[in-house]
């Protein structure tokens, strides 16, 4: 199996501003990057963290239309991509959006898997597009 690290978690919500201010209010988290809109998937976001957890990144659709809402994705950290789908695709996952520019990643490569019945995002970076801190 591929050496995979839990990075981050997605939401996708209705509300990016609204639902960011009621988790840093709630759960003590705090935004750490401007909103970036991701073309490529059509959704904004933001990232947000914590100390001692792990960072949340807030999605909304940037086009009208029903959605789904709630958990997203869950992130890892992938040493190779390439590698990473051809082993999790031999374990059973099923490959979404194949290697792209993940623009809310400075444009390093990003890909989402199905796997497990959830959304998997497969990252190669930990920078973050539009930071604050």
Known sequence: MPDLR????GIQVR?????????????????????????????RGVFLEKPDSLPIKLITPVTPGPHSYGLHHLAFMA??????LVELGAAGARTLSPPQPGEMFDDELIAFVRAAGINVELITTDRRRGRID
């Open 6 to 9: 839990l990075d981050h978690i």
């Open 15 to 43: 509300d990016l501003h609204r639902t960011a201010e009621a988790f840093e209010r709630l759960f003590g988290y705090r935004r750490v990057t401007d909103p970036v809109v991701n073309t490529r998937h059509g959704v």
């Open 79 to 84: 040493p190779d991509l390439e590698v990473t």
